[in-house]
């Protein structure tokens, strides 16, 4: 039965606000309310409106971060107001110089301290969005600081970004035009999955997070931006009408407020009396900086006043009133000893330098990958080179450059062999790719590299069975297939070198524990190639059941969201494999269960909605199974739709909305008491 249209349109708007909500959770304040299948099930349905009622869907829609606008070309747009460059310094010494200058120009007395506002110098891409009554209408890249390259429709799939700014009663008024300026940078984590994809895919790797996340930005298909691991940070603003600010720490505080990322305040983002201050932020930051799980190469100092700012002006391109304070690169220099060459599990063969020893940031580095021959012609590495290492985001050791003069005559260039150095099998360079690959899908290196991921966290998660007793376990010809893993007995550990009954116990409980599991997480242990955790998240979320994606043909799996063409030839030809597909079975067969992703529509909790908020006696993951698990289901707001808000230690706000709206409060111990013993 159709819906009234009124109806349809309240609940595409209520879909709209729920989805972009638990994007703001999940990706800005990383406490996700609801489960991935939730989630996904809030999105498809949103999907299906905007097909069924083309006419409702709007640009504020969560549907317009899944991308799929190919541009030929960026349009060039002005800037209302200039995006201006600072000034580099580089010690607590030109600090104080800067601080110094400030006072002479404001005409202070040397003993009166000003306030400056200081936060990291994120290393990423400049971006300002402009937002016209609060929805965001266009993005634009910094260009030459006058006129910028117009990015929106990739902007629009980075999550972390609200597409509409979220109205807060503890803040200003949503003001008719604000200009928010910004970074868009990549995670070090997901920079170095990133690459790994690339490498995987036999693509070009990127070179660190900042080149990453430019490059992400600068896609003109953003289906391929919406599938890069982006991020964004507030800090500054452009153009404005009928509002203002009376400090960079107020105006950054109002964009929280509003719903964008902004630098945690206190530990991130401080206001500092004078030059001591600042020195201080600056030498704690940068003492933090190996923790911090994105890449920042400084920080930057702001007179915090904007009246003083405006005095301050300018000096030809750069504000007086700011200054960017920046970290001597860690590097080192060392020796490649050796070359080699690893083969991965999708048959890739990697060249990798083996170096002297060196400490670089702290990390001891001793390999170093030089990804294709490409990359090897391209700096010139030779066996005997003296180089300048450094890791790149903070993450991955790389060679930056080869130091010529120490170079020893002898030295030959080195060339990937057209073999594969494991099997011998020809190794061939496909068309479009850089990469060289072994052909024989037999290979034992790609076997246990494909045993390997099985057995790793975010797959099966046999967490006692290490990369080493895999490939002792190879070696002996114990594992050569998947389900090999559920076969192992003690006494075939035990003939294992290093292996005694506790460390044998282990595994066996690691292994009997990985067989309760989920389809996305047994798609992703697979280790199909293009298929990472989000799209085996998705083929799980589409297929449903094991057998219908074990069966699935060319169609029905282009059929699922966000898969190509490309994506769809890999898993299909995957699914030939008349093996595989028999491990598959014997997997089930051995004990492999997989969990329902769907909740429970009976229990105790049947037809009941909760909301958890504060610090609970369990945690809140178990808390949510628990409530799930006996029925119930969790929303991600306190709304009328809510039956009960659980509340533990410090609830904070939703306290108060709740007894706004006459929901019912209850305690953990009140809930568990509602499940009959």
Excluded at 36 to 54: G, S, V
Excluded at 64 to 74: A, I, N, P, S, Y
Excluded at 180 to 188: L, Q, S
Excluded at 308 to 318: F, H, N
Aim: glycine share 6%.
């Amino acid at each position: 039965m159709l819906l009234p249209m009124n109806k349809v349109s309240e609940r595409y708007s209520e879909l709209k606000k729920l989805i972009s909500h638990n994007d703001f959770l999940y990706y800005t304040q990383d406490r996700p309310e609801l489960s991935d299948y939730e989630y996904d099930q809030l999105f498809l349905e949103l999907q299906n409106i905007e097909k069924q009622y083309p006419e409702l869907e709007t640009s504020d829609s969560p549907t317009q971060r899944v991308g799929g606008k190919v541009l030929d070309v960026f349009s060039k747009v002005a800037h209302r107001l200039p995006m201006l460059s600072l000034s580099n310094s580089y010690s607590p010494e030109d600090l104080n110089d800067f601080d110094q200058r400030v006072k002479k120009v404001l005409l202070l007395d040397e003993l009166k301290e000003v306030e400056y506002f200081c936060e990291p110098k994120f290393d990423g891409l400049a971006i300002e969005l402009i937002y016209e009554n609060g929805l965001l209408v266009r993005a634009l890249t910094r260009g030459d600081g006058t006129t910028g390259e117009d990015v929106t429709e990739n902007i629009k799939t980075i999550r972390v970004i609200p597409l509409r700014l979220h109205h807060n009663k503890k803040g200003k008024e949503i003001p008719p035009l604000i200009e928010v300026r910004g970074e868009v940078i990549m995670f070090k984590n997901d920079f170095a999955e990133l690459n790994e994809t690339q490498q995987e895919a036999g693509v070009q790797t990127f070179a660190n997070p900042r080149n990453a996340a430019a490059g992400s930005v600068r896609q003109l298909d953003s289906r391929i931006a919406a599938q890069r691991p982006l991020r964004f940070f507030a800090y500054a603003l452009g153009a404005t009408e009928k509002i203002s600010f009376a400090s960079q720490d107020e105006c950054e505080n109002q964009l929280g407020l509003w719903g964008l990322p902004v630098a945690e305040k206190n530990i991130l983002r401080r206001v500092a009396r004078g030059a001591k201050e600042i020195i201080s932020f600056y030498q704690e930051v940068e003492a933090l900086r190996p923790q911090l799980p994105f890449d920042i190469d400084g920080i930057v100092v702001k007179v915090n006043s904007f009246r003083l700012q405006e005095d301050l002006g300018l000096v030809a391109r750069s504000p007086r009133w700011a200054t960017a304070a920046k970290y001597k690169p860690a590097q080192a220099t060392t020796l490649v000893e050796n070359v080699i060459v690893q083969v991965g599990r999708t048959g890739a063969l990697t060249p990798v330098a083996i170096m002297t020893p060196v400490k670089v940031g702290g990390v001891t580095i001793t390999h170093a990958t030089l990804h294709n021959q490409d990359e090897i012609d391209r700096k010139d590495v030779r066996i005997g080179d003296t180089v300048v290492i450094q890791r790149a985001g903070d993450v991955i050791p790389e060679i930056v450059s080869v130091i010529i003069e120490k170079r020893p005559k002898d030295s030959l260039a080195f060339k990937i062999p057209d073999h594969c150095p494991i099997c011998h099998s020809e190794a061939k360079k496909i068309e479009g790719e850089v990469i060289y690959r072994c052909t024989n899908a037999l290979c034992p290196s790609i076997l246990k590299e494909s045993l390997k991921h099985f057995a790793s966290r975010r797959a099966m998660n046999l967490d006692k069975v290490g990369d080493r007793i895999i490939e002792a376990l190879c070696d002996a010809q114990l594992l050569k297939k998947f389900s090999d893993f559920y076969r192992l007995t003690k006494e075939e550990l035990l003939s294992i070198e290093r292996q005694g009954e506790k460390s044998v116990q282990n595994v066996l409980l690691s292994v009997d524990k990985s067989k309760k599991t989920t389809l996305a997480r047994l798609i992703y242990s697979f280790g199909i190639r293009f298929v990472g955790e989000q799209t085996a998240k998705t083929l799980a979320n589409h297929f449903v059941h094991l057998d219908a994606f074990l069966s699935a043909n060319m169609e029905s799996l282009q059929q699922a969201p966000d898969i190509g063409p490309k994506v769809a030839q890999s898993i299909f030809d995957w699914l030939q494999n008349p093996d595989l597909i028999k491990d598959v079975h014997e997997l089930i067969a051995l004990g492999v269960t997989l969990e329902s992703t769907q909740r429970k529509s009976t229990g105790a909790l049947a037809g009941k909605s909760f909301l958890i908020t504060g610090t609970l006696p369990v945690k809140r993951d178990e808390a949510k199974d628990f409530i799930e698990a006996n029925g119930g289901k969790i929303l991600s707001s306190v709304s009328k739709k809510l039956d009960f808000l659980v509340i533990g230690d410090d609830p904070g706000s939703k306290v108060e909305r709740a007894i706004e709206l006459e929901v019912k409060i209850i305690s953990w111990e009140e809930l568990t008491k509602m499940i009959p013993a």
